[in-house]
């Protein structure tokens, strides 16, 4: 069967970071994906074991600029339950609010690049607009823009004050009218129908077999979420609903993430209005039991997963971290099969990577043996104009 | 050293350069959040697009190079290939801690420990990551650097005049007033 | 949904695979052995209606290396299949083809730990850099980098 290999690393202009992955292709048609994921690595597995857990907290943030949160809190709390340590309600509030924040900017993020994936940069500058007022709350709260520090291991570092309380309870009228006129037009507005449906679909079986996670599996129907799964902080306790959808394309994916959304904000509106009085740290102990165990949290992306072994010192022996997106590069192999060369853009800022990619895109013909260079920047026009001529 | 008058021309292209610099991004491996910070100056907050500043892809269409991220071994080869592409004058911004020397990531085993030792840098922007004030204010720094420069026919008088390495903002604002 | 799994139930179904013990209220940890965990798969998958891969975690506990297969299903219990291999010879089957996500989780063991995967051809090197010498795995306790040696960057320039 002749095969073209097309090296991609997309020139993702929104989200630029290098991956590069080879897509073998028949003609136009995918056949299979072909990995490389040194561009980012860093190493820090390796050295979180060096590290004492206060050190390690700045250091395990920084694995991801947009779900630094989770990475801290998914740590923070494995180790907690190691040492048997049970943190007040008040900082899990705080942590739960933080985390909701982040999901709401996440997803705020995710809405604007894929839209400018489509061309459609209205979207785009509308949706990181709204994304400043949840960027103004986390400042207020935390200091800082990204990457919070809210997080040590015993509690919360920074308390909420009755005024930041306030100031973020009076943004999220005006956030959610804005997220309902974006599920207004996802569900009305011809461009994001027309340019979402049917592409990168992944039926229910697919999404289990091939290891999805996160809205990418929640949109195929497979109904896992790890807050309602193995909960932690106060998800157990307080009302909210996990958003499943059924389409299982780009689309699915987009409903699922705006629906989370209003979910979000709901569950940040319920926790600022209960926060509990008390404490927000307890003194943790300097060494952790001997000891393992598998952390799940529920980040923006997905399932993230941490397996922290300890051995009695003031260190971790061992942390493995398994990304969401890592999970899911499987599944987008799986469904950029048979899809169109133009339909890659979509597909893949459709998994929400955490990844992007830099480089330019070869596409070699087999049959004439004519080897060319396109840039994403090239491929998207393509797409484009193929997805004006349907309409 | 005296520098012949520039012809019409010239002076026209130094005033585009001024006032309206491009930009190309390259992510050197690190956390992304820079380049969140960078795409939110794009955005109705910050827009710096109405100052001229435009976000190019390719580094051959640029004046000012933003490097995000800490230098990993993998992207350090292409980082100096990808500078060597930009015509001049060119200027490179450094972003973040991770820009300077490393950040959290100084020292691991797949890390050069900052971009300075790849590829020489004009102004590095404090924070991590730095808020896109701060970056505004390192492009501007940049321009006032352009300015200087034009002013004096190169970069040569930056050895010169005992600026040997530019660290930060303040420095350089000392410098030029 | 299914109703939560016990161990006693885990325990009869996997009589000649390994032995099971709760280490949590949803986790049940199954020791097993390299020549078991295909078996042990197709069995945790099959028996125990696990749908879904969590992850594959590799970890070096100073004499032998480990890996930890971990996988659900919709009765919300972690299966977790744990084996150790010699430090010398570490190999063990490829479980690529009957659980498809362990193997983009197979090449990354593989580089940083050196952990052969035998039964697949393509074990090619996905984390570290294409400059990184071979036979230096950079997550193994014993190992620290080695000052002559070049691991990537810029070739012929201290960087």
Known sequence: MPEVIVPIGPHHPALKEPVNFKVIADGEKIIRLDLDLSYSHRGIEKAAEQRDFIRVLPLLERVCGICSHSHTTVFAKGIEELMQLEIPLRAQYVRTIIAELERMHSHLLWLGVAAHEIGFNTLFMWTWRDREAVQDTLEEMSGNRVHYGMNEVGGVRRDLTPEQVNAALARLPQLEERVKKYIDMVNNQKTLLVRFRGIGKLSKEEALKYGAVGPTARASGVDYDARRDDPYLVYADIPWNVVTDTNGDVYGRTRVRIGELMESIRIVRFCLENLPEGQIRVNAPKTAPKGEILSRYEAPRGELVHFIRTNGTDKVERVDIRTPTLANWTSVAMCLVNQNLADIPVIVAAIDPCLSCTSRIAVVDNHTRRAGVITLDELRKRSRARFQRLE | ?177 | ?159
């Not at chain 2, 491996?29 to 795409?39: M, T």
């Not at chain 3, 078996?39 to 290396?65: M, P, Y």
């Not at chain 3, 089957?93 to 009957?98: K, R, V, Y």
């Not at chain 3, 071979?134 to 620290?144: A, F, Q, V």
Request: proline share 7%; net charge neutral.
């Open chain 2, 1 to 177: 050293m005296a520098v012949p008058s520039a012809g019409v021309s010239q002076r026209l292209v130094n005033w585009a350069r001024l006032k309206s610099p491009w930009v190309t991004l390259f992510n050197s491996g690190g956390c992304n959040a820079c380049d969140i910070e960078v795409i939110a100056c794009l955005m109705p907050r910050f827009d710096i697009e109405r100052f001229g500043i435009l976000v190019k892809g390719s580094p051959r269409h640029a004046d000012i190079m933003i490097v995000t991220g800490h230098v990993t071994l993998k992207q350090a080869s292409r980082l100096r290939r990808v500078w060597e592409q930009i015509p001049e004058p060119k200027y490179v911004i450094a972003l973040g801690a991770c820009g300077a020397s490393g950040g959290v990531f100084h020292g691991l085993y797949h890390s050069v420990n900052s971009v300075d030792s790849v590829i020489p840098v004009d102004a590095f922007a404090v924070g991590c990551p730095p808020r896109p004030d701060e970056i505004i204010n390192a492009v501007v720094t940049c321009l006032n650097l352009l300015k200087e420069d034009i002013a004096h026919g190169g970069k040569e008088w930056r050895q010169t005049n005992g600026i040997k390495n530019i660290k930060n903002t303040n420095e350089i604002r000392e410098a030029t007033l």
């Open chain 3, 1 to 159: 949904m299914i109703g939560p799994i016990t161990l006693d139930f885990v325990k009869e179904k996997i009589q000649d695979i390994g032995t099971a013990e709760q280490v949590r209220s949803n986790r049940i940890r199954i020791t097993t052995t390299p020549g078991h965990i295909r078996d042990a798969i197709k069995s945790v998958q099959e028996l125990l209606s696990c749908d879904r891969l969590l992850t594959i975690s590799a970890a070096d506990n100073g004499k032998t290396l480990e890996l930890i297969y971990h996988l659900t299903g919709p009765h919300r219990m972690i299966i977790s299949l744990a084996l150790e291999l010699p430090r010398d010879a570490p190999e063990a089957p490829t479980t690529s083809d009957i659980l498809p996500p362990s193997g983009i989780y197979e090449r990354q063991i593989h580089d940083l730990f050196g952990i052969l995967f035998q039964g697949r051809s393509d074990l090619k090197k996905i984390i570290l850099n294409e400059d990184w010498p071979e036979n230096e795995y950079p997550l193994r306790k014993d190992w620290t980098p080695a000052p002559d040696t070049f691991y990537g960057g810029i070739k012929g320039e201290k960087v």
